[in-house]
């Protein structure tokens, strides 16, 4: 992170904002001609205090989202992972269409309890089809099994990374302090503006 930091003071790395604003940009441009071109985007973000921020920013621009947990072979086990997602989109049309009424008490409180949990930690993914072709992360060392699965299958990424992380983990790495939410806001908020405006004008073309 050498090449990040531009001075320490009582014990303290101070990030090169110049670096940050650089690869920020960088990272816009990725997405901005990504979403231009129809592709899908995962944000990663699951620290409690950025759980309501991620899911927002989220749907804002009609990405994919895990804000709760990090569920180890999310990605690489796809198929499973697919078939989980079905289950879930078949148990909430059952559930809208009525079908939970003519249940027993018992298994209705079973399958809504099921219903919530899958909510809980699938609820921003269960549209999610494919596998998404860009992952945002805003923790690297929180998601490193997120980068990690990205990496073995060739998913390219962007990650906010503080002081004491890795830069080589992710394609574009954007040196910020991940511990306040002015920061992860400001990031997230410059990356989900470029998916809006790439979306705009991949819209505009078809």
């Excluded at 110049?18 to 441009?29: G, N, P, Q, V």
């Excluded at 989202?65 to 989980?84: E, H, P």
């Excluded at 890795?166 to 790495?173: G, R, W, Y």
Aim: hydrophobic letters at 40%.
């Amino acid at each position: 992170m050498a090449p990040y930091i531009s001075a320490k003071r009582k014990g303290t790395h101070i990030i090169n904002l110049a670096r940050t604003a650089r690869f920020l940009s960088e990272a816009c441009d990725l997405v901005f001609d990504a979403a231009s071109q129809g592709k899908s985007f995962l944000i990663v973000g699951t620290k409690k205090r950025a759980t309501d921020l991620v899911a927002s920013a989220a749907i804002r621009a009609r990405c994919h989202y895990v804000n709760k947990k990090w569920f180890s072979g999310m990605l690489t086990n796809w198929s499973i992972t697919k078939t989980r997602l079905s289950q879930f989109r078949d148990l909430r049309a059952e559930e809208k269409m009525g079908k939970f009424h003519h249940l027993p008490k018992r298994d209705v409180a079973i399958l809504k309890r099921k219903l919530s949990t899958l909510q809980r930690y699938l609820g921003g993914i269960k549209y999610m089809t494919r596998l998404p072709d860009i992952v945002i992360v805003l923790d690297q060392q929180k998601e490193y099994i997120a980068l990690r699965e990205c990496a073995i299958l060739g998913i390219p990424t962007i990650s906010l990374v503080d002081t004491n992380c890795d830069p080589d983990l992710a394609n574009i790495s954007i040196p910020a302090n991940d511990d306040t939410m002015t920061s992860i806001r400001l990031i997230l908020n410059k990356l989900v503006f470029s998916i809006c405006e790439g979306r705009s004008l991949y819209i505009r073309n078809r």
